[in-house]
Protein backbone atom coordinates (compact mmCIF):
# COMPACT_ATOMS: atom_id res chain seq x y z
CA UNK A 1 0.00 0.00 0.00
CA UNK A 2 1.30 3.15 -0.71
CA UNK A 3 1.81 5.57 2.05
CA UNK A 4 -0.51 8.22 1.30
CA UNK A 5 -3.86 7.69 0.53
CA UNK A 6 -5.85 9.59 -2.52
CA UNK A 7 -8.79 12.12 -0.68
CA UNK A 8 -12.54 11.30 -1.83
CA UNK A 9 -14.56 14.00 -1.83
CA UNK A 10 -17.52 14.11 0.69
CA UNK A 11 -17.35 10.07 1.72
CA UNK A 12 -19.13 9.48 5.20
CA UNK A 13 -18.10 6.30 7.28
CA UNK A 14 -20.36 5.21 10.09
CA UNK A 15 -18.15 3.28 12.49
CA UNK A 16 -18.88 0.87 15.25
CA UNK A 17 -17.04 -0.19 18.40
CA UNK A 18 -17.98 -2.80 20.58
CA UNK A 19 -14.88 -5.11 21.59
CA UNK A 20 -15.66 -4.65 25.40
CA UNK A 21 -17.75 -2.83 27.55
CA UNK A 22 -18.16 0.20 25.37
CA UNK A 23 -20.72 0.43 22.88
CA UNK A 24 -19.41 3.45 20.61
CA UNK A 25 -20.17 4.82 17.12
CA UNK A 26 -18.77 7.85 15.46
CA UNK A 27 -19.76 9.51 11.84
CA UNK A 28 -16.71 11.08 9.75
CA UNK A 29 -16.57 12.62 7.07
CA UNK A 30 -13.46 11.59 4.96
CA UNK A 31 -10.58 11.91 8.19
CA UNK A 32 -12.50 14.14 10.35
CA UNK A 33 -14.74 13.44 12.99
CA UNK A 34 -18.17 14.59 12.88
CA UNK A 35 -19.66 12.61 16.03
CA UNK A 36 -17.96 10.33 18.31
CA UNK A 37 -20.18 8.97 20.71
CA UNK A 38 -19.55 6.40 23.89
CA UNK A 39 -21.49 4.53 26.24
CA UNK A 40 -19.99 3.05 29.17
CA UNK A 41 -21.11 0.18 31.26
CA UNK A 42 -21.48 1.46 35.36
CA UNK A 43 -22.66 -2.38 35.61
CA UNK A 44 -18.91 -3.99 35.94
CA UNK A 45 -17.93 -1.43 38.89
CA UNK A 46 -19.84 -3.38 41.57
CA UNK A 47 -17.57 -6.78 40.11
CA UNK A 48 -14.18 -5.10 39.78
CA UNK A 49 -13.65 -6.01 35.93
CA UNK A 50 -15.53 -6.66 33.07
CA UNK A 51 -17.98 -9.64 33.01
CA UNK A 52 -18.50 -10.53 29.47
CA UNK A 53 -21.90 -11.69 29.28
CA UNK A 54 -23.18 -8.26 31.33
CA UNK A 55 -20.96 -6.40 28.43
CA UNK A 56 -22.75 -8.58 25.90
CA UNK A 57 -26.30 -7.47 27.02
CA UNK A 58 -25.64 -3.90 27.74
CA UNK A 59 -24.20 -3.50 23.92
CA UNK A 60 -27.54 -5.07 22.86
CA UNK A 61 -29.20 -2.17 24.94
CA UNK A 62 -26.98 0.67 23.43
CA UNK A 63 -26.20 0.21 20.20
CA UNK A 64 -29.29 1.35 18.63
CA UNK A 65 -29.75 4.59 20.73
CA UNK A 66 -25.87 5.36 19.88
CA UNK A 67 -25.60 5.02 16.42
CA UNK A 68 -29.08 6.85 16.37
CA UNK A 69 -27.31 9.52 18.37
CA UNK A 70 -24.32 9.57 16.16
CA UNK A 71 -25.65 10.12 13.06
CA UNK A 72 -27.94 12.94 14.74
CA UNK A 73 -25.07 14.87 15.90
CA UNK A 74 -23.23 14.53 12.80
CA UNK A 75 -26.46 15.55 10.79
CA UNK A 76 -25.99 12.84 8.88
CA UNK A 77 -28.48 10.84 6.98
CA UNK A 78 -28.00 6.71 6.81
CA UNK A 79 -28.86 7.03 3.31
CA UNK A 80 -25.56 9.79 2.75
CA UNK A 81 -23.34 6.46 4.32
CA UNK A 82 -20.40 5.30 1.58
CA UNK A 83 -19.56 2.32 4.02
CA UNK A 84 -19.51 1.32 7.53
CA UNK A 85 -16.70 0.00 9.87
CA UNK A 86 -16.86 -1.76 12.36
CA UNK A 87 -14.41 -3.86 14.78
CA UNK A 88 -13.93 -7.54 14.14
CA UNK A 89 -11.36 -7.89 16.79
CA UNK A 90 -9.29 -9.02 18.75
CA UNK A 91 -11.77 -8.42 22.39
CA UNK A 92 -14.79 -10.28 23.72
CA UNK A 93 -16.33 -12.84 21.16
CA UNK A 94 -20.26 -12.10 22.75
CA UNK A 95 -19.42 -8.03 22.60
CA UNK A 96 -17.92 -7.78 19.11
CA UNK A 97 -20.97 -10.23 17.44
CA UNK A 98 -23.49 -7.33 18.84
CA UNK A 99 -21.29 -4.82 16.80
CA UNK A 100 -20.91 -7.07 13.84
CA UNK A 101 -24.58 -8.43 13.77
CA UNK A 102 -25.75 -4.83 13.55
CA UNK A 103 -23.28 -3.51 11.18
CA UNK A 104 -23.75 -6.64 8.81
CA UNK A 105 -27.27 -5.60 8.87
CA UNK A 106 -27.46 -2.61 8.66
CA UNK A 107 -24.76 -2.62 5.61
CA UNK A 108 -27.28 -5.08 3.53
CA UNK A 109 -30.12 -2.71 4.06
CA UNK A 110 -28.50 0.07 2.50
CA UNK A 111 -26.25 -1.79 0.35
CA UNK A 112 -23.20 -0.49 0.67
CA UNK A 113 -19.41 -1.85 1.62
CA UNK A 114 -18.87 -3.23 5.23
CA UNK A 115 -15.10 -2.73 6.15
CA UNK A 116 -13.56 -4.51 9.29
CA UNK A 117 -11.19 -3.52 11.09
CA UNK A 118 -8.60 -4.46 13.57
CA UNK A 119 -9.05 -2.85 17.08
CA UNK A 120 -5.75 -2.55 17.73
CA UNK A 121 -4.72 -1.15 13.90
CA UNK A 122 -7.57 1.54 15.05
CA UNK A 123 -4.85 2.62 18.34
CA UNK A 124 -2.42 3.36 16.06
CA UNK A 125 -3.95 5.01 13.45
CA UNK A 126 -5.90 7.27 15.41
CA UNK A 127 -3.02 9.73 15.10
CA UNK A 128 -4.32 10.33 11.50
CA UNK A 129 -7.86 11.77 12.78
CA UNK A 130 -7.69 15.21 11.17
CA UNK A 131 -7.34 17.40 14.21
CA UNK A 132 -6.59 20.96 14.36
CA UNK A 133 -3.05 21.77 15.86
CA UNK A 134 -2.16 18.66 15.98
CA UNK A 135 0.68 17.42 13.91
CA UNK A 136 0.50 13.41 12.20
CA UNK A 137 3.35 11.17 12.46
CA UNK A 138 5.18 10.33 9.32
CA UNK A 139 6.38 6.96 8.56
CA UNK A 140 8.13 4.83 9.31
CA UNK A 141 7.39 5.24 13.54
CA UNK A 142 6.97 3.06 16.49
CA UNK A 143 3.84 2.76 18.13
CA UNK A 144 3.59 1.06 21.62
CA UNK A 145 -0.35 0.40 22.30
CA UNK A 146 -0.90 -0.18 25.67
CA UNK A 147 -4.48 -0.60 27.45
CA UNK A 148 -6.05 -3.30 29.39
CA UNK A 149 -5.98 -6.35 27.39
CA UNK A 150 -2.81 -5.19 25.14
CA UNK A 151 1.05 -3.69 25.36
CA UNK A 152 2.54 -3.84 22.05
CA UNK A 153 5.67 -2.24 20.65
CA UNK A 154 5.30 -1.97 16.94
CA UNK A 155 7.23 -0.79 13.97
CA UNK A 156 4.70 1.05 11.29
CA UNK A 157 5.76 1.07 7.62
CA UNK A 158 2.80 2.45 6.11
CA UNK A 159 -0.97 2.36 7.01
CA UNK A 160 -1.28 -1.33 6.59
CA UNK A 161 2.33 -2.34 7.00
CA UNK A 162 3.29 -3.23 10.84
CA UNK A 163 5.53 -5.21 12.56
CA UNK A 164 5.12 -6.35 16.06
CA UNK A 165 8.59 -5.65 17.75
CA UNK A 166 7.63 -6.80 21.29
CA UNK A 167 4.46 -7.58 23.19
CA UNK A 168 3.29 -8.68 26.70
CA UNK A 169 4.03 -12.57 27.73
CA UNK A 170 0.96 -12.53 30.17
CA UNK A 171 -1.08 -9.42 31.47
CA UNK A 172 -1.29 -6.22 29.81
CA UNK A 173 -0.14 -3.56 31.68
CA UNK A 174 -3.74 -2.22 32.08
CA UNK A 175 -4.47 -5.36 34.15
CA UNK A 176 -1.32 -4.48 35.94
CA UNK A 177 -2.64 -0.89 37.11
CA UNK A 178 -6.60 -2.18 37.66
CA UNK A 179 -5.01 -5.34 39.77
CA UNK A 180 -2.51 -3.27 42.07
CA UNK A 181 -5.15 -0.80 42.77
CA UNK A 182 -7.82 -3.66 43.59
CA UNK A 183 -5.29 -5.27 46.20
CA UNK A 184 -4.94 -1.66 47.74
CA UNK A 185 -8.75 -1.82 48.06
CA UNK A 186 -9.75 0.74 45.35
CA UNK A 187 -12.75 0.67 43.54
CA UNK A 188 -12.74 -0.65 39.53
CA UNK A 189 -11.48 1.04 37.14
CA UNK A 190 -8.47 1.35 39.48
CA UNK A 191 -6.26 2.69 36.86
CA UNK A 192 -7.23 5.75 36.57
CA UNK A 193 -7.08 6.44 40.96
CA UNK A 194 -3.37 5.09 41.03
CA UNK A 195 -2.64 8.18 38.56
CA UNK A 196 -4.83 10.48 40.30
CA UNK A 197 -3.18 9.51 44.05
CA UNK A 198 0.30 8.95 42.51
CA UNK A 199 0.26 13.15 41.37
CA UNK A 200 0.66 13.50 44.92
CA UNK A 201 3.12 10.82 46.17
CA UNK A 202 6.71 10.13 46.37
CA UNK A 203 7.63 7.86 43.43
CA UNK A 204 10.34 6.15 45.22
CA UNK A 205 8.99 5.77 48.52
CA UNK A 206 8.92 2.06 47.81
CA UNK A 207 10.91 -0.29 45.67
CA UNK A 208 9.20 -2.90 43.32
CA UNK A 209 11.46 -5.29 41.27
CA UNK A 210 10.84 -4.79 37.33
CA UNK A 211 10.54 -8.06 35.42
CA UNK A 212 13.35 -9.14 33.53
CA UNK A 213 11.95 -10.33 29.65
CA UNK A 214 14.41 -10.51 26.76
CA UNK A 215 14.30 -8.72 23.62
CA UNK A 216 11.33 -6.17 23.68
CA UNK A 217 8.58 -8.40 25.21
CA UNK A 218 7.25 -7.96 28.58
CA UNK A 219 5.96 -9.62 30.85
CA UNK A 220 3.79 -8.09 33.98
CA UNK A 221 2.12 -11.11 35.98
CA UNK A 222 5.16 -10.82 38.27
CA UNK A 223 5.16 -7.26 38.86
CA UNK A 224 1.25 -8.06 40.64
CA UNK A 225 2.74 -10.79 42.84
CA UNK A 226 5.60 -8.28 44.01
CA UNK A 227 2.52 -5.61 44.64
CA UNK A 228 0.34 -8.40 46.31
CA UNK A 229 3.40 -9.58 48.45
CA UNK A 230 4.01 -6.25 49.63
CA UNK A 231 0.70 -4.93 50.68
CA UNK A 232 0.65 -8.57 53.03
CA UNK A 233 3.92 -7.91 54.58
CA UNK A 234 2.97 -4.03 55.39
CA UNK A 235 -0.81 -4.77 56.58
CA UNK A 236 0.22 -7.67 58.84
CA UNK A 237 2.89 -5.41 60.22
CA UNK A 238 0.53 -2.28 60.46
CA UNK A 239 -3.14 -2.49 59.26
CA UNK A 240 -3.28 1.04 58.62
CA UNK A 241 -0.52 0.84 55.99
CA UNK A 242 -2.46 1.78 52.53
CA UNK A 243 -4.84 4.30 54.17
CA UNK A 244 -1.90 6.26 55.86
CA UNK A 245 0.44 5.78 52.57
CA UNK A 246 -2.02 5.74 50.17
CA UNK A 247 -0.13 8.28 47.80
CA UNK A 248 3.14 7.36 48.24
CA UNK A 249 2.07 3.51 47.43
CA UNK A 250 0.45 4.63 44.00
CA UNK A 251 3.53 7.03 43.28
CA UNK A 252 5.88 3.75 43.54
CA UNK A 253 3.62 1.40 41.61
CA UNK A 254 3.46 3.81 38.83
CA UNK A 255 6.90 4.72 38.52
CA UNK A 256 7.49 1.21 38.24
CA UNK A 257 5.30 0.46 35.50
CA UNK A 258 6.22 3.66 33.60
CA UNK A 259 9.61 2.81 33.86
CA UNK A 260 8.90 -0.95 32.49
CA UNK A 261 7.25 0.69 29.44
CA UNK A 262 9.86 3.27 28.85
CA UNK A 263 13.04 0.82 29.27
CA UNK A 264 12.06 -1.31 26.32
CA UNK A 265 10.85 2.02 24.24
CA UNK A 266 14.42 3.40 24.60
CA UNK A 267 15.42 -0.40 23.43
CA UNK A 268 13.44 -0.40 20.00
CA UNK A 269 14.42 3.24 19.36
CA UNK A 270 18.62 2.14 20.02
CA UNK A 271 17.82 -1.27 17.65
CA UNK A 272 15.08 0.38 14.92
CA UNK A 273 17.02 3.89 14.95
CA UNK A 274 13.32 5.34 14.71
CA UNK A 275 13.48 8.57 16.92
CA UNK A 276 9.16 8.89 16.32
CA UNK A 277 6.77 7.38 18.87
CA UNK A 278 3.25 7.27 18.81
CA UNK A 279 1.23 5.63 22.07
CA UNK A 280 -2.20 4.58 22.02
CA UNK A 281 -4.76 2.71 23.70
CA UNK A 282 -6.57 3.48 27.09
CA UNK A 283 -3.24 3.52 29.52
CA UNK A 284 -2.00 6.16 27.37
CA UNK A 285 -4.29 8.21 29.32
CA UNK A 286 -1.87 7.76 32.38
CA UNK A 287 0.10 10.91 32.92
CA UNK A 288 2.68 9.42 34.19
CA UNK A 289 3.10 7.67 30.84
CA UNK A 290 2.92 10.98 29.18
CA UNK A 291 4.99 12.92 31.11
CA UNK A 292 7.70 10.21 30.78
CA UNK A 293 7.36 10.37 26.93
CA UNK A 294 7.73 14.23 27.04
CA UNK A 295 10.93 13.83 29.03
CA UNK A 296 12.13 11.15 26.97
CA UNK A 297 11.85 14.00 23.70
CA UNK A 298 13.76 16.48 24.64
CA UNK A 299 16.43 14.39 26.89
CA UNK A 300 17.06 12.08 23.37
CA UNK A 301 15.90 14.21 20.57
CA UNK A 302 12.76 11.75 20.27
CA UNK A 303 9.33 13.10 18.46
CA UNK A 304 6.48 11.71 20.90
CA UNK A 305 2.40 11.59 19.45
CA UNK A 306 0.27 11.64 22.53
CA UNK A 307 -3.47 11.42 20.62
CA UNK A 308 -6.61 13.48 21.59
CA UNK A 309 -7.87 12.05 25.13
CA UNK A 310 -10.78 11.06 23.61
CA UNK A 311 -8.98 8.60 21.09
CA UNK A 312 -6.82 6.69 23.48
CA UNK A 313 -9.90 4.86 25.06
CA UNK A 314 -12.05 2.61 23.23
CA UNK A 315 -14.11 5.02 20.86
CA UNK A 316 -15.51 4.63 17.08
CA UNK A 317 -13.68 7.28 15.50
CA UNK A 318 -10.57 5.52 15.61
CA UNK A 319 -12.67 2.55 13.63
CA UNK A 320 -13.61 5.46 11.21
CA UNK A 321 -10.29 6.42 10.65
CA UNK A 322 -9.19 2.92 9.58
CA UNK A 323 -12.52 2.56 7.56
CA UNK A 324 -11.95 5.33 5.50
CA UNK A 325 -8.23 4.55 4.64
CA UNK A 326 -9.06 1.22 3.68
CA UNK A 327 -12.33 2.35 1.97
CA UNK A 328 -10.00 4.83 -0.29
CA UNK A 329 -7.04 2.34 -0.55
CA UNK A 330 -8.84 -0.44 -1.57
CA UNK A 331 -11.68 1.71 -3.94
CA UNK A 332 -14.57 0.07 -2.28
CA UNK A 333 -17.20 3.05 -4.41
CA UNK A 334 -20.33 1.11 -5.20
CA UNK A 335 -19.37 -2.21 -4.58
CA UNK A 336 -22.47 -2.59 -2.62
CA UNK A 337 -22.57 -4.94 0.74
CA UNK A 338 -19.67 -8.07 0.83
CA UNK A 339 -21.12 -10.57 3.17
CA UNK A 340 -17.66 -12.67 3.02
CA UNK A 341 -16.07 -9.37 4.92
CA UNK A 342 -18.12 -9.90 7.99
CA UNK A 343 -16.06 -11.93 10.82
CA UNK A 344 -15.75 -11.41 14.28
CA UNK A 345 -12.72 -12.27 16.14
CA UNK A 346 -11.49 -12.61 19.60
CA UNK A 347 -7.82 -13.28 18.77
CA UNK A 348 -6.86 -11.53 16.11
CA UNK A 349 -3.33 -10.49 15.47
CA UNK A 350 -2.10 -7.21 14.13
Not at 93 to 98: H, Y
Not at 132 to 143: C, D, G, I, Q, V
Not at 259 to 281: N, R, S
Not at 286 to 295: E, F, M, Q, V, Y
Request: charged fraction near 20%; proline fraction near 4%; charge should be neutral.
Amino acid sequence: MLNSIMPKNNTYILAIESSCDDTAAAVLLNDKTLSNVVAGQAVHKQYGGVVPELASRAHQQNIVPVVHEALRLANVKKEDLAAIAFTSGPGLMGSLLVGTSFAKSLAMGLNIPLIDVNHMQAHILAHFIEEENYSKPTFPFLAMTISGGHTQIVKVSNYFEMEVLGQTIDDAVGEAFDKSAKILGLPYPGGPLIDKYAKLGNPKAYKFTKPKVDGLNFSFSGFKTAVLYFYQREIAKDPQFVTNNLNDICASIQYTIVEILMDKIKKAVKETGIKQVAIGGGVSANSGIRDALKTAEGKYGWKTYIPKFEYTTDNAAMIGIVGYLKYSAENLENTGFKETRVMAQSRLKL
